[in-house]
């Protein structure tokens, strides 16, 4: 039967109503920030364009609201446990040492005039973090990819640790090779340079970005490391890294196949360096990990139009690790007694709750505990305690609906029995009282869940069972 307009547009509506009705937004009027990571961005083998996927199946893989709820408050909850571990535990929070590579062209070669910005964020990280920061110039003598390959190297030579943090950092020009598989950084000159141009300086400032990363992902390096690209196609990386147990993550300033801003005041670099400030002078010993700061960035009214994205580069880690975690370093001589040697073995326990999510005041109390169970440290050997994941519990399924009733009816039963026999004894028959043993029978069944004392109220009868319409007498 076919169905007029605006019996169509009802229909739509109650089905739209039925959907949205099961998943209820907890977060009204507010903007929700998911930590929602894509492991890496690979052709299909055997296709040479992009793998076709159906209307259906997209759909399909769309988060619902309650996952994105759920993944948002989980990563407010790790950092909450992160904190609370670091207090009660002792354990650093944080790194031992932190290093920063900041990569530019020299001002010949920078037609974008970056080193404003890149020396400004070289400051920051000095002044307010005291980490260790440098500023590495490319040029065209010798080869600008000797040069970058060559000044990682000695970063990582100079700065790696088990419980270090490398940050590499590049603004600049950038293009996708789309033969290659790798993201080339580039420099530029004025239009009106053409002296230069013929002897082929455009040209031969190039480099391969993609190429020196691999350095960053070599099994040898033992520390975490962070990388930040302000370039054009920042997002356009090829596979991602090896599995370990490092940290490794990219903060890109545009998505795939974008533009990004050039410095100024809407670039990712102002984003970037204002983020960092405010959230420093918000808490000036508080740890800043990448997924807060890049929520930050991202609700900047200036970068409305160009979202930046934060990309996990490890080959094993999940939406649930826990991110890199940027906080001002203290004086050497109280770092020196947190160091601890790197875990060489991890366990994983699994805890029942009764709630779905933890409150701080909960994740406080169960750190504090956890602080007590492990108060012999020198046996056990604790290096760290990482919150991983939490996750809701399956939902009840029928037939433990069913049995939990047979339980309810089996325990009101016994109790009605045992009634009716204290009612018959001669203690009762004569005093007209209640034995000590039947008031603690009633004090107990109040002390049941809800459910189970309407089943165990022994002034109501039992639920019948449904009668069916074959078996009912008129």
């Not at 099961?22 to 890496?40: E, F, G, L, T």
């Not at 364009?49 to 990563?75: F, I, M, N, R, T």
């Not at 419980?163 to 993201?183: A, F, M, P, Q, W």
């Amino acid at each position: 039967m076919a169905l007029s307009s605006s019996a169509t547009a009802h229909a739509l509506d109650a089905m739209a109503t039925e959907v949205t009705s099961h998943v209820a937004n907890p977060y009204p009027h507010k903007v929700i920030h998911a930590d929602i990571r894509i492991q890496s961005i690979d052709d299909e083998s055997g296709q040479s364009g992009p793998p076709a996927q159906s209307e259906e199946h997209l759909v399909e893989s769309k988060p619902s609201v309650a996952d994105v709820v759920y993944q948002v408050k989980g990563a407010e909850m790790r950092e909450c446990w992160s904190k609370a571990i670091a207090k009660n535990m002792d354990l650093p929070e944080g790194y031992s040492s932190a290093a920063v590579l900041i990569i530019k062209w020299a001002d010949a070669l920078d037609d974008l005039k970056t080193g404003a910005e890149a020396r400004e964020l070289d400051a920051l990280f000095r002044e307010r973090y005291h980490y260790k920061s440098e500023i590495v110039e490319l040029d065209v003598r010798p080869k600008p990819q000797h040069q970058l390959e060559s000044s990682v190297i000695n970063f990582i030579r100079d700065n790696d640790g088990p419980e270090n943090l490398l940050i590499v950092y590049y603004t600049g020009h950038g293009d996708y090779s789309e033969e290659r598989k790798c993201l080339e950084l580039s420099g530029s000159l004025p239009s009106d340079n053409s002296v230069l141009h013929d002897r082929g300086f455009r040209k031969n400032a190039r480099a391969n970005w993609t190429q020196a990363e691999d350095r960053l992902r070599s099994d040898d390096v033992e520390s975490d490391v962070l990388t930040i690209l302000d370039t054009c196609y920042a997002s356009n990386f090829a596979k991602s890294g090896k599995e370990g147990h490092k940290k490794f993550e990219l903060l890109s300033a545009c998505a795939v196949d974008q533009l990004a801003e050039p410095p100024g005041e809407r670039s990712y670099t102002r984003a970037l360096i204002d983020a960092l400030k405010a959230l420093h002078e918000t808490n000036p010993e508080g740890a800043i990990s990448t997924f807060l700061l890049h929520q930050r960035i991202n609700i900047d009214k200036r970068r409305v139009d160009t979202p930046s994205h934060i990309w996990s580069r490890g080959n094993s880690t999940q939406h649930s690790d826990q991110h890199i975690v940027l906080a001002p370093l203290k004086l050497q001589k109280d770092n020196a007694s947190h160091w601890r040697p790197k875990p060489k073995g991890y366990l994983t326990l699994r805890f029942g709750l009764r709630d779905s999510s933890l409150s701080p005041e909960q994740i406080d109390f169960m750190t504090k505990n956890l602080a007590k169970a492990f108060g012999n440290k020198a046996l056990v050997g604790l290096r760290r305690v990482d919150w991983v994941d939490i996750e809701l519990a399956p939902p009840t399924t029928d037939f433990e609906r069913v049995d939990l009733s047979s339980r309810a009816i089996a325990q009101w039963r016994k109790i009605v029995e045992k009634n009716k026999k204290m009612r018959g004894s001669p203690l009762i028959r004569k005093t007209g009282s209640v034995g000590v043993s039947q008031k603690r029978t009633n004090e107990d069944a109040h002390d049941l869940p809800e459910a189970k004392r309407r089943f165990l109220d022994t002034s109501h009868p039992p639920p019948s069972p449904p009668v069916s319409e074959s078996s009912r007498i008129d």
